[in-house]
C-alpha cells in the first residue's frame, strides 16, 4: 500500500521501500503547482527523478550551469547529483514527477535517454495525470507500468556521436575565452559529462579539457607573437582565471614560458 498527501496545490505518492537488489522499483509520484520564485535545493536524491512540465517556466542548476525549461520540457535529475531547481517569479511552473530505483533503473536510463533535458510526448503526461485520479487501483505494477510510459515518452533518438562532436568543438570555438568546463559544455548539450567525455575523447583523442586547455594555450601564442597585450591581459583574454595558472598551463603544452616564447616569436 502506499501513502499520500494532498496539501494546496500539492500532490505526493510515496510507495514502500524495496530491497536494494530489486531489479526496478518507483519510489514516488507527485503533482506540484509551484508559488512564484518556488525553489527546491541545491538537495540531492537517492534515486532517478524525472520532471515533465506541463505549464510555466523556471531554472534547474548542476554545477553551476544554469538552464531555463518551460512548457513541454522535463528534465531528469540523478542519483546523487546535486541540482537546484526554481519556477519563474511571472510564470511559476506546474509539473509532474516520477521517481525510481533499483538494480536494473541505470541500465534502464541508459536505455532511455543519455539526455539530462528532453521534450516529452504527451503519453508521459497522461499516465500521470490518470494514476493520480485514480490512487484507489494504484500499487506497485500500476507503478511500474506509468513509469515505462514516462520512459518511453522523453526517450530520445540516438544522437550520431559525430554530432556531438562537432557542437563541442563549435561551442569550445566560440566560447574558450569565457569561464567555461567540461561540464558547462556537456551542460549545453544536454548530456551529462561522463557520457559526453566518452564520446569526446574516443572522436578527438584527447579529453574534452585538454582540448579546452590547447586551444586556449594557441590563440595565447597568437597573442604574444602579434600584440603588445600584457602576459595578464592575455591569461585573462583567453579564458584563465589567474596568470599564475596560464602560466603553468602554457610552460606545460610549449615548453617555455610566455615571456620565453613572446621573445622568440614576436613579429613586431
Given at each position: 500500500?502506499?501513502?499520500?498527501?494532498?496539501?494546496?496545490?500539492?500532490?505526493?505518492?510515496?510507495?514502500?521501500?524495496?530491497?536494494?537488489?530489486?531489479?526496478?522499483?518507483?519510489?514516488?509520484?507527485?503533482?506540484?503547482?509551484?508559488?512564484?520564485?518556488?525553489?527546491?535545493?541545491?538537495?540531492?536524491?537517492s534515486y532517478y527523478l524525472i520532471h515533465l512540465i506541463e505549464k510555466g517556466k523556471g531554472?534547474?542548476?548542476?554545477?553551476?550551469?544554469?538552464?531555463?525549461?518551460?512548457?513541454?520540457?522535463?528534465?531528469?535529475?540523478?542519483?546523487?547529483?546535486?541540482?537546484?531547481?526554481?519556477?519563474?517569479?511571472?510564470?511559476?511552473?506546474?509539473?509532474?514527477?516520477?521517481?525510481?530505483?533499483?538494480?536494473?533503473?541505470?541500465?534502464?536510463?541508459?536505455?532511455?535517454?543519455?539526455?539530462?533535458?528532453?521534450?516529452?510526448?504527451?503519453?508521459?503526461?497522461?499516465?500521470?495525470?490518470?494514476?493520480?485520479?485514480?490512487?484507489?487501483?494504484?500499487?506497485?505494477?500500476?507503478?511500474?507500468?506509468?513509469?515505462?510510459?514516462?520512459?518511453?515518452?522523453?526517450?530520445?533518438?540516438?544522437?550520431?556521436?559525430?554530432?556531438?562532436?562537432?557542437?563541442?568543438?563549435?561551442?569550445?570555438?566560440?566560447?574558450?575565452?569565457?569561464?567555461?568546463?567540461?561540464?558547462?559544455?556537456?551542460?549545453?548539450?544536454?548530456?551529462?559529462?561522463?557520457?559526453?567525455?566518452?564520446?569526446?575523447?574516443?572522436?578527438?583523442?584527447?579529453?574534452?579539457?585538454?582540448?579546452?586547455?590547447?586551444?586556449?594555450?594557441?590563440?595565447?601564442?597568437?597573442?604574444?607573437?602579434?600584440?603588445?597585450?600584457?602576459?595578464?591581459?592575455?591569461a585573462y583574454s583567453v579564458g584563465f582565471s589567474s596568470i599564475e595558472r596560464f602560466s603553468e598551463q602554457f610552460k606545460r603544452y610549449t615548453s617555455v614560458s610566455p615571456?620565453?616564447?613572446?621573445?622568440?616569436?614576436?613579429?613586431?
Open positions: 500500500m502506499q501513502t499520500k498527501s494532498n496539501l494546496s496545490k500539492n500532490f505526493h505518492i510515496s510507495f514502500p521501500l524495496h530491497e536494494q537488489n530489486s531489479l526496478i522499483y518507483v519510489c514516488d509520484i507527485g503533482h506540484h503547482i509551484t508559488s512564484p520564485s518556488h525553489s527546491h535545493g541545491p538537495a540531492v536524491r531554472t534547474i542548476e548542476r554545477n553551476g550551469v544554469i538552464t531555463n525549461l518551460s512548457e513541454g520540457d522535463a528534465f531528469i535529475i540523478h542519483p546523487n547529483e546535486i541540482t537546484t531547481y526554481t519556477s519563474d517569479k511571472n510564470e511559476p511552473w506546474e509539473y509532474y514527477w516520477i521517481g525510481f530505483s533499483g538494480a536494473y533503473s541505470s541500465d534502464v536510463m541508459k536505455k532511455t535517454t543519455s539526455k539530462l533535458f528532453a521534450k516529452y510526448q504527451k503519453s508521459g503526461l497522461i499516465a500521470l495525470k490518470n494514476c493520480i485520479k485514480n490512487t484507489s487501483t494504484l500499487d506497485e505494477i500500476e507503478g511500474l507500468k506509468i513509469l515505462f510510459s514516462v520512459l518511453d515518452s522523453i526517450k530520445t533518438e540516438k544522437v550520431e556521436n559525430r554530432d556531438i562532436v562537432s557542437l563541442a568543438l563549435d561551442y569550445i570555438e566560440n566560447n574558450y575565452f569565457r569561464p567555461i568546463s567540461v561540464v558547462g559544455i556537456s551542460s549545453q548539450l544536454g548530456l551529462s559529462r561522463a557520457h559526453f567525455t566518452t564520446v569526446f575523447t574516443k572522436a578527438v583523442g584527447e579529453a574534452p579539457y585538454n582540448y579546452l586547455t590547447k586551444i586556449r594555450i594557441n590563440h595565447a601564442k597568437q597573442y604574444l607573437s602579434s600584440t603588445t597585450l600584457s602576459i595578464t591581459e592575455i615571456i620565453a616564447y613572446r621573445k622568440s616569436h614576436s613579429i613586431l
